[in-house]
C-alpha cells in the first residue's frame, strides 16, 4: 500500500464525508466561542482516524491496545459532536481509552505513582488540544509541527512505526487542503483535535519511555504554555474555567487584534518547531542542562505570552 494511494482514499473519503455530513446537519454553528462567523461543516478531522486505520490495516494491527483505544476515543468524541453527551459518559470513555493507551506503552510496569500523574497529565493534554482548536488551520500547522519534530527523533531513536507518523501527515495534509482556508469547507470536530491529540501523545509517550527523557514534553509546550496561563488568569478573575470562552492568546490575536487567522496558526506551528528543534538539541546533554534549558524555554514562552497579551488588551482598550 503506497502513501499515494493512501492520500487519494483518505481524500476520497472526507470528500464522502461532506456529503453525508451536509446531507444529516453536522456543522458547526457560530458561539461565544467561535471566531468564525459561518456555518461550517463540523467533524472533517474524522480523516486523522482514517489515516490511522489504514497504517493499523497495513501493519497488520500494531499496537491493538493504542488502535483500541483510539477508535473509543474518536467514536465517543463523533458523538458528542453530534449529540452532545453527558459529561460523565465522555469522561469515562476517555478514562478508558488513556488506559488501553497506557497498556499499550507498558505503563503500569513503572511505579504505581506513575500511572496517576501521567494520566491527569494526558487528559489534560487531550483537552487543551481540543480548547485550542479555535481558528482556521491552528490544529494542522500545530500537527504538523509535532509530528515533523517525532519523525526526526524516530530517525535516530526508532521509538515509533514510522508508518505511523506518515499516515497521520497524510491524513493532516487532506484536513488542511480543506480548512486551511480564510474560509474554511470543514472543522476538526472534536473527533479531529481529541482524535489527534491522542496519536501524538501516544508518540511521544512512547519517545519519552524509550529513552527515559521528559524533557520531549516540550514538544506541546507552546499549546501547554497558552493553555495553562490562559486557565490561570480566568482563575484570578473568577470566571468559570470550564464555560466556554475565547480568551486564549490565538483567539485575541485573532478577533480583538483582528490578525489573519492563517498566519497566527502558521506562527503556532512555527514557533513549536523552533521549541522542539532546541529540545532536540539539548537532549543529548546531561539531565542537568536539560532542565535548565527546560525552564528558559518555559519561561521565555511564557513572557512572550503574557507580553503579547498585554499588548493586545492594551490596544483595544485605547481604542474602545
Known amino acids: 500500500m503506497s502513501y499515494l494511494f493512501i492520500a487519494i482514499l483518505l481524500f476520497a473519503s472526507l470528500l464522502a464525508y461532506f456529503r453525508i455530513a451536509d446531507r444529516y446537519n453536522i456543522i458547526d454553528r457560530p458561539n461565544e466561542r467561535s471566531s468564525h462567523t459561518q456555518v461550517t461543516i463540523r467533524g472533517g478531522g474524522i480523516v486523522f482516524y ?22 473509543l476515543i474518536v467514536l465517543i468524541s463523533f458523538l458528542d459532536d453530534i449529540l452532545t453527551l453527558s459529561n460523565r459518559i465522555r469522561i469515562s470513555i476517555h478514562l478508558l481509552s488513556v488506559l488501553l493507551l497506557f497498556v499499550e506503552v507498558r505503563l503500569f510496569e513503572y511505579s504505581w505513582y506513575i500511572v496517576p ?51 497521520t501527515g497524510i491524513a493532516n495534509g487532506v484536513f488542511a487542503f480543506f480548512n486551511f482556508r480564510q474560509r474554511a469547507k470543514c472543522f476538526a470536530g472534536d473527533v479531529g483535535s481529541v482524535g489527534m491529540s491522542f496519536i501524538l501523545i501516544f508518540a511521544m509517550l512512547s519517545l519519552i519511555l524509550a529513552t527515559g527523557n521528559l524533557i520531549y514534553i516540550l514538544f506541546f509546550a507552546v499549546y501547554g504554555v ?15 474555567i470550564f464555560k466556554a470562552h475565547r480568551t486564549h492568546l490565538y483567539q485575541y490575536l485573532a478577533n480583538e487584534a483582528k490578525g489573519n487567522r492563517l498566519v497566527i496558526a502558521a506562527c503556532y506551528g512555527i514557533l513549536q518547531v523552533g521549541t522542539g528543534v532546541l529540545v532536540l538539541y539539548a537532549s543529548d546533554f546531561p539531565s542537568t542542562t536539560q532542565y535548565s534549558v527546560a525552564f528558559c524555554v518555559l519561561l521565555l514562552l511564557s513572557l512572550a505570552y503574557i507580553g503579547i497579551r498585554r499588548y493586545v488588551l492594551g490596544g483595544v482598550l485605547k481604542t474602545s
Open 50 to 71: 482514517l489515516g490511522a486505520l489504514a497504517w493499523f490495516i497495513w501493519s497488520g494491527a500494531t499496537y491493538p491496545y493504542f488502535f483500541a483505544g483510539l477508535t
Open 117 to 167: 500523574i501521567a494520566l491527569i497529565l494526558v487528559i489534560g493534554t487531550i483537552n487543551a488540544y481540543n480548547f485550542m482548536d479555535g481558528i482556521n488551520g491552528i490544529t494542522a500547522m500545530y500537527s504538523f509541527a509535532v509530528l515533523l519534530l517525532l519523525w526526526i527523533a524516530n530517525r535516530d531513536i526508532g521509538f515509533i512505526d514510522n508508518r505511523l507518523l506518515y499516515c
Open 226 to 240: 497558552d493553555s495553562v496561563l490562559t486557565i490561570v488568569y480566568r482563575l484570578v478573575k473568577r470566571e468559570n
